[in-house]
């Protein structure tokens, strides 16, 4: 593995950890696609720092768990803005 791929797995691990950034932020935030921030997390790192993928992977898996409650904030959000009242 190059070193650069290395260096990006821990830096988007330490992102993840300190600032329980999603898949999709931490990919805005690093300029890469979903599919890579979640292998660099799960496989590349797990063979670099098991230790740090474990934290990564415990708040990728919190994140997903909450992601249908973000759903449906954001779909109830969007229709209240349509019918132009302000959210409770």
Do not use: W
Not at 8 to 13: G, L, N, T, Y
Not at 36 to 50: F, G, I, Y
């Amino acid at each position: 593995m190059k070193d650069y791929i290395e260096e990006r797995a821990v830096e988007i691990a330490n992102y993840i950890i300190e600032t329980k950034a999603t898949v999709r932020q931490t990919a805005k935030k690093f300029g890469i696609s979903k599919s890579t921030v979640h292998k660099d997390v799960t496989e590349r790192l797990a063979q670099l720092n098991p230790a740090l993928a474990g934290q990564a992977r415990a708040v990728l898996d919190v994140n997903k768990q909450e992601r249908h409650i973000r759903g449906g904030l954001a779909t109830r959000k969007k229709y209240l803005e349509k019918e132009g009242r302000p959210e409770n």
